[in-house]
Nanobody
Framework: QVQLVESGGGSVQAGGSLRLSCAAS?????MAWFRQAPGKEREGVAY???????RYIDSVRGRFTASRDDARNTLYLRMNSLKPEDTAMYYC?????????????????WGRGTQVTVSS
C-alpha cells in the first residue's frame, strides 16, 4: 500500500495558478490526480507513469501539467488559468498495477485530498 499526502490547495481568483503536491511513500508505476466537486462524482484529471507518459481530461489539457520526482517520491500538478469550474477537492491516487487510466476503479491507494477554490 502506498501512503499519499496532498498539499498546496487554496483559494484563488479565476485566471490564477496553483501547484499541488502529493508526497508518497513509494514511486509506483502510475500516479494520478482526481477531483470531486460537491454533488458530483469523482473524476480523473491527469495521470503520469514512471516513464513520463501522461494523459489529461479535455477540460484541463493545456492548462494543467502533471509531473513527478521519483527521487523525492512526489507527484505534482501545476494548474494555470484556473476557472471557477475547477473548484473541487483534489485527490492523489496511485496504483502499482501495469494499467494507468483516469478511472477511479483502477486505483488502490488514495490521499485525503486538498481543497481548491476558484472565485470569479
Amino acid at each position: 500500500q502506498v501512503q499519499l499526502v496532498e498539499s498546496g490547495g487554496g483559494s484563488v481568483q479565476a485566471g490564477g495558478s496553483l501547484r499541488l503536491s502529493c508526497a508518497a511513500s513509494d514511486s509506483p508505476f502510475c500516479m494520478a490526480w482526481f477531483r470531486q466537486a460537491p454533488g458530483k462524482e469523482r473524476e480523473g484529471v491527469a495521470y503520469i507513469t514512471n516513464r513520463g507518459t501522461s494523459r489529461y481530461i479535455d477540460s484541463v489539457r493545456g492548462r494543467f501539467t502533471a509531473s513527478r520526482d521519483d527521487a523525492r517520491n512526489t507527484l505534482y500538478l501545476r494548474m494555470n488559468s484556473l476557472k471557477p469550474e475547477d473548484t473541487a477537492m483534489y485527490y492523489c491516487a496511485a496504483t502499482k498495477a501495469g494499467l494507468c487510466s483516469l478511472q477511479v476503479i483502477h486505483y488502490n491507494d488514495w490521499g485525503r485530498g486538498t481543497q481548491v477554490t476558484v472565485s470569479s
